[in-house]
C-alpha cells in the first residue's frame, strides 16, 4: 500500500519509534484523555475554582458532543483500516478517525491549565506538556492519525475558550455563597471517582492503573477540601 501525504508520513515518524518504554509511558500517559478521567478533573477544579470548573464541564461535553457529530459526518477509516504494520496499544480500531475524542479533550484541559494559572507560570505549561502528551499517545497507540489530534486539540480548547469567556457573565459569586456550592462539587467528584474506581474500563486499556490512582487521589483531595472548609 502506498504511503504518502504529511499526514502518513507524521503518524510513520510517531507510531514507528515505538519502544517498551514508550510503550508503557505512552499506554498509561493517552488515556488522561478518556471522557470519565476528565470530567472528574473538571469537577475537581470546581472545587476550587467554580467559575473555571463549571465552564471546563461545559466545555468538554459540548466539545465531546461536537467530536462525535464530525466524527459520524466525516467517518474517516482509522489507521489500522488503511495502513499496514501499524502499532497498536489496546484494542484495534477501523472508524471514526477525525477528530480524535481524546485529543478533544485533552484540549479543554490543556487550555484551562492556562486560565488557571498563566502561561508564566511552569505548572501550567506542565499540565499543557502532560495533556500534549496524553493527545500524541492516541498517534503513538495507533488509532489516529495527526491531523485528528491536531484538529481535535484544537476543538477543544476553542470550546474552553468561548465557555471561559461566557462564564464571565455567570451568577458565579452569588453561587459560592450557597453551602451548596462546595457540598455539589464534592458529591459530583465522588461519584465520578466512584465509577472510575469500581470496574470502569478504560481507553486505552492500556491505561487501566489510572483507574485505580486517580479516583482515590481525587477522593482525598474532597475530604482535605471540605476539612478545611470546615475548620474555617
Given amino acids: 500500500m502506498q504511503e504518502t501525504g504529511i499526514n502518513i508520513v507524521l503518524f510513520r515518524l510517531i507510531n514507528d519509534a515505538h519502544g517498551p518504554w514508550l510503550d508503557g509511558f505512552f499506554g498509561i500517559v493517552s488515556g488522561l484523555g478518556d471522557g470519565l478521567v476528565i470530567a472528574l478533573f473538571c469537577a475537581l477544579l470546581m472545587l476550587f475554582r467554580l467559575r473555571l470548573g463549571m465552564a471546563a464541564m461545559a466545555a468538554f461535553i459540548v466539545s465531546g458532543l461536537l467530536a462525535q457529530l464530525l466524527k459520524r459526518a466525516f467517518d474517516t477509516p482509522r489507521p489500522p483500516a488503511v495502513l499496514e ?129 486517580i479516583p482515590v487521589a481525587a477522593l482525598v483531595i474532597v475530604l482535605q477540601r471540605w476539612k478545611g472548609v470546615g475548620k474555617a
Fill in 85 to 213: 504494520h501499524v502499532h497498536v496499544l489496546g484494542a484495534s480500531l477501523g472508524s471514526h478517525s477525525f477528530p480524535s475524542g481524546h485529543a478533544t479533550s485533552d484540549g479543554v484541559l490543556l487550555l484551562a491549565a492556562f486560565l488557571l494559572w498563566s502561561g508564566r507560570d511552569a505548572r501550567a505549561w506542565a499540565v499543557a506538556v502532560l495533556f500534549a502528551l496524553a493527545a500524541l499517545g492516541r498517534v503513538y497507540g495507533g488509532v489516529h492519525f495527526p491531523l485528528d489530534v491536531l484538529v481535535g486539540l484544537g476543538l477543544g480548547a476553542a470550546t474552553m475558550w468561548f465557555f471561559w469567556r461566557w462564564s464571565a457573565g455567570w451568577p458565579v459569586e452569588v453561587w459560592q455563597q450557597s453551602p451548596w456550592a462546595l457540598k455539589i462539587s464534592g458529591l459530583l467528584t465522588m461519584i465520578l471517582a466512584a465509577v472510575l474506581g469500581l470496574g470502569y474500563h478504560m481507553q486505552p486499556i492500556t491505561a487501566q492503573p489510572v483507574a485505580a490512582i
